[in-house]
Nanobody, 120 residues
């Protein structure tokens, strides 16, 4: 089984920065795509940023130029650097990691979520 532990959320003023981390543990042979999603109260969960196993990235239009996703396979970790935060970025952020634990196929695993609150 794979466990994901998120960290780095919190309360920040508008214009500030936060860095989220999501570390995976377990019997992992290899990783596939990784990503960050968020869910604000009363809204559906949405993709914020994703990074492929080859390092290609894509971002939601609302965060382009402000957020940066990165990964460190050796540390089994995906990061989300968030700059110039806005109140509308307030949400619970979830990481998603695709991992092969020996079945020769990738399974997606979710983190437990971390709250990000941006005050105006």
């Amino acid at each position: 089984q794979v466990q994901l532990v998120e960290s780095g959320g919190g309360l920040v003023q508008a214009g500030g920065s936060l860095r989220l981390s999501c570390a995976a543990s377990g019997s992992i042979l290899s990783f596939n795509d990784m990503g960050w999603y968020r869910q604000a109260p009363g809204k559906q969960r949405e993709l914020v940023a994703a990074i492929t196993s080859g390092g290609s990235t894509n971002y939601a239009d609302s965060v382009k130029g402000r957020f940066t996703i990165s990964r460190d396979n050796a540390k089994s970790t995906v990061y989300l650097q968030m700059n110039s935060l806005k109140p509308e970025d307030t949400a619970v952020y979830y990481c998603l990691i695709g991992a092969d634990t020996g079945s020769r196929r990738f399974t997606n695993y979710w983190g437990q979520g971390t709250q990000v609150t941006v005050s105006s």
